[in-house]
Each structure stands twice: as C-alpha cells, then as structure tokens.
C-alpha cells in the first residue's frame, strides 16, 4: 500500500471556458470527491492546488481567490496561484498576495493564455517578481502538436525545449516543468543537466489514450520509444534513469484524467504497476519534491 503522496500538480476550483463550452467534461474540483478519494488510498497527502487553465479575462482574479479559499478549509493543500503576464489586474493581485507572504507558487498557462516563454523570460512582470520574491514557478509545458490538432492557430514557444531553455536562462528560480516533460527526448536529455528543476508527471495518463484528429496528443515528436510505451512503463523507464529519478515528481492534473476513466485511485494504481522499488516509489511520490523544497524554501 502507498503510504504518502505529494500531488503537485491538482486543479482546483472552475475551468472558465470547459464550463461554457464542454460542460460534460469535468471541469471542476471542489476538493471534496479528491479528498475522499485520497483518505481511501492514503494514510497521509498534500496537494498543491492551483486555478484551471482558462479565466475570463485572463485575470484569474476570482480564480485565484478560490483557490485561497479552498486553502483555508482544506488544511492539506498548498496554494498555487495563476500568473499571466498579459494581465495589470492579475500582476497587481500577486503582487499584494506575495506581499502578504501568502503565495510562494504560481503557475503560468502559455497555451490557453496565449503566452509565449521567450517573451515571459524578458518580461518586465516575471523579472519584477522573481527579483522581489521567493516564488517558484509550474510550467505548462506543450507537445508542440497544438496547431495540428487545432488547439491554436499558430505555436508558440510553450513546447519541451522552449521550457528547459527558460529554466536554463534562470538558474536561481525553482521550476515544476509539468506534463513529463510531453516525454520529449531532447529536452529529457537537457533535464538531467539542471539543478533547478523537476517534472510533474500529470497528464501521462492521457498518454496512448488522448487522440484528436487521429493523433495520439500526450506526447512531443521526439518521444521515441517511450511514445509507444504504456504509461506506467514510460514512469518506470524515467525512473531508472539516473539523470531523473531524483526529478520526476507525482503529479494527476485531477480532475482532467477523469476524461479517460483516470480519478486519483487509478493515478495512484498505474504508480503501483510501475514496478519501481520502494526507495524509487517513495522519491517520486513525495521524497524528491520534499528534497527539492527543502524546509523554509517555499
């Protein structure tokens, strides 16, 4: 039995958009359904919980006021706010939250805010914030798949390697790279190099069964072998990897792995057929980020 999970990467609160346009998809997590979903599993979690990808106006204002209120009913979870730098409204609210002392993570969503990581890393707004306050930043990393599938009209530099040169540009500032990186070789590669880093895992079980126009979107085109692998053989490859076993992370993007019959206790299964050792499971689990934010660092 799994005794601890760090889950860092857990959508909390409403998806703007998916609840006006694809309401039979979940899109909304109260934390109430993960919660007992967790104790059932688990005798002992945290959760970092962090706004949907979309918001009105891309302010993530009311976004992220929920997710301070679920903090604060929630004693388990840990704040993670939506940062867009395109947005006066939300720079202004993070910026009093950071004062306060109340945030230390923020997360930015290139893809669904239209952002590009070349420009964040000359931004005026990330270089005020990483230069005033202790934050760390989770990245939405893309596939690179995304005008393909018509997920945009034009790409961005959002994808795998755009990510890690960001990280590269800044080595002082701590990095979640989500989505395993889309499992892309290249930038797999490059991550092993970085101290600043780790990769969440969430989203991997979308991996081989996320298809749009006909193509298998989970993973960049340079995944390899690894794209034709299952998902709990991907984590169990990674993890023997000496480069990344003490980066990877656990993360589930709940409630979205819903979408494919993927609620936390099957998040949790396919880590159990991983087949990892203990010490290896225990890393990815919880040990790696506890070692990553060492006390007093977030």
């Given at each position: 039995?799994?005794?601890?999970?760090?889950?860092?990467?857990?959508?909390?609160?409403?998806?703007?958009?998916?609840?006006?346009?694809?309401?039979?998809?979940?899109?909304?997590?109260?934390?109430?359904?993960?919660?007992?979903?967790?104790?059932?599993?688990?005798?002992?979690?945290?959760?970092?919980?962090?706004?949907?990808?979309?918001?009105?106006?891309?302010?993530?204002?009311?976004?992220?006021?929920?997710?301070?209120?679920?903090?604060?009913?929630?004693?388990?979870?840990?704040?993670?706010?939506?940062?867009?730098?395109?947005?006066?409204?939300?720079?202004?609210?993070?910026?009093?939250?950071?004062?306060?002392?109340?945030?230390?993570?923020?997360?930015?969503?290139?893809?669904?805010?239209?952002?590009?990581?070349?420009?964040?890393?000359?931004?005026?707004?990330?270089?005020?914030?990483?230069?005033?306050?202790?934050c760390w930043?989770?990245?939405?990393?893309?596939?690179?798949?995304?005008?393909?599938?018509?997920?945009?009209?034009?790409?961005?530099?959002?994808?795998?390697?755009?990510?890690?040169?960001?990280?590269?540009?800044?080595?002082?500032?701590?990095?979640?790279?989500?989505?395993?990186?889309?499992?892309?070789?290249?930038?797999?590669?490059?991550?092993?190099?970085?101290?600043?880093?780790?990769?969440?895992?969430?989203?991997?079980?979308?991996?081989?069964?996320?298809?749009?126009?006909?193509?298998?979107?989970?993973?960049?085109?340079?995944?390899?072998?690894l794209a034709?692998?299952?998902?709990?053989?991907?984590?169990?490859?990674?993890?023997?990897?000496?480069?990344?076993?003490?980066?990877?992370?656990?993360?589930?993007?709940?409630?979205?792995?819903?979408?494919?019959?993927?609620?936390?206790?099957?998040?949790?299964?396919?880590?159990?057929?991983?087949?990892?050792?203990?010490?290896?499971?225990?890393?990815l689990l919880?040990?790696?980020?506890?070692?990553?934010?060492?006390?007093?660092?977030?």
């Amino acid at each position: 039995m799994i005794d601890r999970f760090i889950d860092a990467h857990c959508l909390a609160g409403v998806d703007d958009w998916l609840s006006k346009n694809k309401t039979e998809l979940a899109h909304r997590n109260f934390l109430d359904e993960y919660y007992e979903e967790a104790v059932q599993e688990v005798r002992e979690f945290r959760s970092l919980i962090m706004p949907f990808p979309s918001s009105e106006n891309g302010s993530f204002i009311k976004e992220n006021a929920m997710i301070e209120q679920l903090h604060r009913q929630f004693p388990w979870t840990e704040p993670v706010y939506a940062f867009n730098y395109k947005s006066e409204e939300n720079f202004a609210d993070l910026c009093q939250r950071l004062e306060k002392g109340s945030a230390g993570g923020l997360v930015v969503w290139p893809i669904v805010c239209d952002l590009d990581l070349f420009d964040l890393a000359e931004n005026e707004k990330f270089l005020y914030l990483i230069s005033k306050y202790p934050c760390w930043f989770t990245i939405h990393v893309g596939a690179g798949n995304e005008a393909a599938i018509h997920r945009v009209s034009s790409l961005r530099r959002y994808c795998p390697e755009d990510a890690i040169c960001l990280a590269e540009a800044f080595p002082h500032v701590k990095f979640n790279l989500s989505h395993l990186l889309r499992i892309s070789g290249k930038a797999l590669e490059k991550a092993e190099k970085l101290d600043n880093i780790i990769i969440d895992i969430s989203g991997i079980s979308t991996h081989l069964r996320w298809y749009e126009y006909g193509k298998n979107v989970f993973p960049a085109d340079d995944a390899g072998d690894l794209a034709e692998m299952e998902s709990a053989k991907v984590i169990h490859t990674l993890m023997n990897r000496p480069g990344l076993c003490n980066k990877l992370v656990f993360g589930t993007q709940y409630p979205f792995g819903k979408w494919y019959g993927f609620g936390l206790g099957r998040e949790l299964e396919m880590i159990r057929k991983a087949d990892l050792t203990k010490e290896k499971q225990e890393k990815l689990l919880y040990l790696n980020f506890e070692t990553f934010f060492q006390k007093g660092d977030r």
